[in-house]
């Protein structure tokens, strides 16, 4: 598969709890972003990469949230001390010049 | 700051039916505009995009015009089937080039019934 793929599809925490998605990029694909998506809205843009410089944030991301993108490959998003508000899709793409290649998405619950 | 409008759905259609789907933008400058479609289960895919007033972007039948002069970007599809049933999203990119932090509209969810 030479998609975008992320993991876990699903994840159900307890507040308070700390979690951690991963996105795997196409493998050329040098910018990765992250987005997130709750029911009934469009994504919102949480932050993206270039290579393994963090780029730009939103204000949407929260002292509470952070990303890592190490050697430039795979990239992870943490978040800490969850809060039933951060129940929602998080989604990963990885871009080219041709557009943005977007994965599955993670659905965190917060219980 | 940026912001895409989208009709309401749902949308409910009988197969072979022509669809509209409105859509409309405020930004600075002059954004790309993209049509990404999430079939259930599925992550988003880019159906057709347009870089400059004017343009016209196409895939599988749909098709979208950048209107500068009314900012909107609505899609159209001449004879809808079942398989397009799916959830529609409009979007912008205001960075142009290769720069994909977009701005969606909330989504419209397309039904299309044999």
């Known amino acids: 598969d030479t998609g975008v793929s992320q993991n876990p599809r699903h994840k159900i925490t307890k507040r308070g709890q700390n979690v951690t998605f991963r996105c795997d990029p196409i493998?050329?694909?040098?910018?990765l972003y992250w987005y997130r998506q709750t029911l009934g809205q469009g994504p919102e843009f949480l932050t993206y990469?270039?290579?393994?410089?963090?780029?730009?944030k939103s204000r949407l991301l929260s002292d509470r949230f952070s990303a890592e993108r190490p050697k430039g490959s795979f990239s992870t998003l943490e978040i800490q001390r969850t809060e039933q508000g951060d129940s929602a899709m998080y989604l990963c793409?990885?871009?080219?010049?041709?557009?943005?290649?977007f994965g599955q998405g993670t659905r965190l619950t917060v219980v | 700051g940026d912001s895409v409008t989208q009709m309401e759905g749902p949308v409910t259609l009988s197969e072979e039916a022509f669809l509209t789907i409105n859509c409309t933008y405020t930004a600075t400058g002059y954004p790309s505009l993209f049509w990404y479609v999430q079939y259930p289960g599925e992550g988003l895919q880019l159906l057709l995009k347009a870089t400059k007033a004017d343009d016209k972007g196409s895939n599988k039948g749909f098709e979208a015009t950048y209107r500068k002069e009314t900012t909107s970007f609505h899609l159209e599809k001449g004879s809808v089937q079942v398989s397009d049933s799916a959830v529609y999203f409009c979007?912008?990119?205001?960075?142009?080039?290769?720069?994909?932090?977009?701005?969606f509209g909330k989504g419209t969810l397309l039904t299309v019934n044999p």
């Open positions: 493998s050329e694909h040098n910018r």
């Open positions: 793409a990885s871009t080219l010049q041709t557009g943005a290649f």
């Open positions: 979007a912008l990119s205001a960075g142009g080039g290769s720069n994909y932090k977009l701005t």
């Open positions: 990469f270039q290579n393994e410089a963090q780029l730009e």
